[in-house]
């Protein structure tokens, strides 16, 4: 393309200019002529040409080809230039969007900073009053075991004082209970020998020293379940003796009247001894 139009700027070394210019004057004077030859000679007038100075300098083709040469290389180095300016702008820009962006992402960086820092400051406004309220229930806390262990304390005295106001109420009614107990077994014992005192049938063959122990078994009622010699006097008659002034004096009706465990303390197995002299427990 470009060696084509090279050929049509440079015509055999001259420029376009020139060659135009010499066209052109040849189609008017062509043209002169034809008019000039188709009139009559009394219709002819000469027309005082217009003067057209053409100044034909002849370039050295060599200079030329040297001159375009330069300018090839100055488009050239306008183009580069122009790339370059392109270059440098989308690097600028490059870098005008990497500022950007980085400075986004400092914004970005120091926002989230600032929201972490606010968030720490946050949590420990929460950890001081979280702490703050554990030590007060701890207080609390601590306030109402003293409080709990006082009363307690209080309480223990107040039983303690019950319990020894209790005891001793308690010695005093045992007191005055074993000693209507004792009574009623001194009573009870009393019916008992003189119940079998006055049965008994004393053995022509007893002797003082002698002496027999029976084993009685009764009933809340008083009846006798059974009477057995745990220790012999050593005179068959003597023994039976004692054995009958048992039976003979039972049932012991007015034992029905004692309480059931001064009974069975007392009175559900008896030993009794019988010795000439008297009939002791």
Do not use: C
């Given at each position: 393309?470009?060696?084509a139009?090279?050929?049509?700027?440079?015509?055999?070394?001259?420029?376009?200019?020139?060659?135009?210019?010499?066209?052109?004057?040849?189609?008017?004077?062509?043209?002169?002529?034809?008019?000039?030859?188709?009139?009559?000679?009394?219709?002819?007038?000469?027309?005082?040409?217009?003067?057209?100075?053409?100044?034909?300098?002849?370039?050295?083709?060599?200079?030329?080809?040297?001159?375009k040469?330069?300018?090839?290389?100055?488009?050239?180095?306008?183009?580069r230039?122009?790339?370059?300016?392109?270059?440098?702008?989308?690097?600028?820009?490059?870098?005008?969007?990497?500022?950007?962006?980085?400075?986004?992402?400092?914004?970005?960086?120091?926002a989230?900073?600032?929201?972490?820092?606010?968030?720490?400051?946050?949590?420990?406004?929460?950890?001081?009053?979280?702490?703050?309220?554990?030590?007060?229930?701890?207080?609390?806390?601590?306030?109402?075991?003293?409080?709990?262990?006082?009363?307690?304390?209080?309480?223990?005295?107040?039983?303690?004082?019950?319990r020894?106001r209790?005891?001793?109420?308690?010695?005093?009614?045992?007191?005055?209970?074993?000693?209507?107990?004792?009574?009623?077994?001194?009573?009870?014992?009393?019916?008992?020998?003189?119940?079998?005192?006055?049965?008994?049938?004393?053995?022509?063959?007893a002797?003082?020293?002698?002496?027999?122990?029976?084993?009685?078994?009764?009933?809340?009622?008083?009846?006798?379940?059974?009477?057995?010699?745990?220790?012999?006097?050593?005179?068959?008659?003597?023994?039976?003796?004692?054995?009958n002034?048992?039976?003979?004096?039972?049932?012991?009706?007015?034992?029905?009247?004692?309480?059931?465990?001064?009974?069975?303390?007392?009175?559900?197995?008896?030993?009794?001894?019988?010795?000439?002299?008297?009939?002791?427990?």
């Open positions: 393309m470009k060696g139009f090279n050929n049509v700027v440079i015509y055999n070394g001259y420029p376009l200019s020139l060659v135009v210019a010499v066209t052109f004057h040849s189609v008017i004077l062509a043209l002169l002529l034809y008019l000039q030859s188709t009139k009559g000679p009394e219709a002819l007038e000469l027309v005082q040409p217009t003067v057209v100075k053409v100044l034909l300098i002849q370039e050295n083709p060599q200079v030329a080809n040297e001159r040469r330069v300018e090839r290389r100055q488009q050239q180095q306008r183009v230039e122009r790339e370059v300016a392109q270059q440098a702008a989308e690097a600028d820009q490059q870098r005008r969007e990497q500022e950007q962006a980085e400075a986004r992402a400092e914004e970005q960086r120091k989230r900073e600032l929201a972490s820092l606010r968030q720490r400051q946050e949590q420990e406004r929460l950890d001081t009053e979280r702490l703050v309220r554990e030590r007060e229930e701890q207080q609390d806390r601590e306030d109402e075991q003293r409080r709990q262990r006082e009363l307690a304390e209080a309480q223990r005295q107040q039983e303690i004082r019950d020894e209790q005891q001793e109420a308690a010695d005093a009614a045992a007191a005055e209970l074993a000693s209507s107990e004792f009574e009623m077994v001194q009573s009870g014992m009393s019916i008992i020998q003189q119940a079998v005192q006055s049965v008994w049938s004393r053995p022509p063959s002797r003082n020293g002698m002496r027999a122990i029976l084993q009685i078994r009764m009933l809340p009622t008083g009846e006798l379940v059974d009477a057995v010699i745990t220790e012999s006097s050593g005179d068959p008659a003597f023994d039976r003796s004692a054995e002034a048992v039976y003979s004096a039972a049932p012991f009706r007015e034992l029905q009247a004692l309480p059931t465990n001064v009974f069975n303390e007392n009175f559900r197995s008896l030993s009794l001894i019988f010795q000439p002299e008297d009939l002791l427990n």
